[in-house]
């Protein structure tokens, strides 16, 4: 057993991890009591040593974790919060970090969209190229959980060039206020295929009469899209996100988000035979 928070990180509650080729675990949060920034903090099951930072993050929380170039790299993604720590001043926009595991240390900030409050998910995959989905910052509606549209962009993680930017003509998927803890049931993640996996098309609906304020991304259309240039390829509609686990040609969904009533039905489903076999 290791305590986070005591070893580096500071960070109270996690809100995500990703599994490096190193063999540590790494975990990315923010803190509590002394502040509202970030803490990056990782695990070595070898030989179960714990470590970690927070100083970059004291404005920057933490939400999103990935791995690229084949897991030798981890990228974090970012929003500004106010440094209750070290005063550092309020940031203009999320950031995506990448921390190069074998110098253990951070190569590059990355400001990927500009004047874009949070940097939103990321995924990566075998080259040294990560794949965000965020929120319009041009949109009037942000914030109202009315947005017409969202940002897709595309970063190459060794020179720091932002390879594209395009607009989708829906909202994210997902929610980030103080309490982010991405239990909305949204997911974003790289296939076996090589393609990004996640939800579009959908809205944040109330799920349970008995509370109001626990929202759920529902109705969406699942949907894999290509890397290399964000074409958008549509599987078809499901009833409520859900975390996503690839087994052969199956794709696995979770029940949904964490307010959603247990008669609702919380059960894990199995989409058959829609991963294709090869990239």
Same mark, same amino acid.
């Given at each position: @057993? ?25 975990? #990315? ?19 179960? $040593? ?9 404005? $920057? ?38 921390? %190069? ?31 965000? /989905? ?10 109202? /959980? ?54 579009? #098309?959908?809205? @944040? ?44 040609? %199956? ?29």
């Amino acid at each position: @057993m290791a305590y986070l928070s005591h070893a580096g990180s500071g960070a109270h509650k996690m809100w995500a991890a990703a599994l490096g080729a190193d063999g540590k675990v790494y975990f #990315g949060g923010r803190w509590y009591r002394n502040g509202e920034g970030g803490g990056l903090g990782w695990y070595d099951p070898k030989t179960q $040593q714990a470590g970690g930072i927070s100083e970059p993050f004291s404005n $920057q929380q933490i939400c999103f974790l990935t791995t690229a170039d084949r897991g030798r790299t981890l990228v974090i993604s970012t929003r500004p919060v106010r440094d209750a720590v070290l005063n550092k001043p309020m940031a203009k926009a999320g950031k995506l970090f990448v921390f %190069d595991l074998a110098e253990g240390k951070i190569a590059r900030e990355i400001e990927p969209v500009a004047d874009a409050l949070f940097a939103g998910a990321i995924a990566g995959g075998a080259d040294a190229r990560v794949l965000g /989905l965020t929120y319009d910052p041009t949109d009037t509606a942000h914030g109202a /959980l009315h947005e017409k549209r969202s940002v897709l962009y595309s970063v190459d993680l060794a020179s720091g060039k932002i390879l594209f930017v395009k607009k989708l003509p829906f909202p994210v998927g997902f929610l980030t206020n103080e309490n982010f803890d991405r239990m909305d049931g949204f997911d974003f993640q790289t296939g076996p295929d090589g393609k990004v996996w996640t939800y579009t #098309g959908g809205a @944040m609906e109330a799920v349970n009469p008995e509370k109001s304020w626990g929202l759920a991304y529902a109705h969406p259309a699942l949907v894999r899209i290509d890397p290399r240039d964000g074409s958008v390829d549509v599987l078809g509609k499901v009833d409520r996100a859900g975390a996503m686990a690839f087994r052969g040609t %199956d794709l696995y969904l979770s029940g949904g988000s964490k307010y959603d009533p247990l008669e609702k039905g919380q059960y894990l489903r199995r989409i058959r035979g829609i991963v294709p076999t090869a990239p």
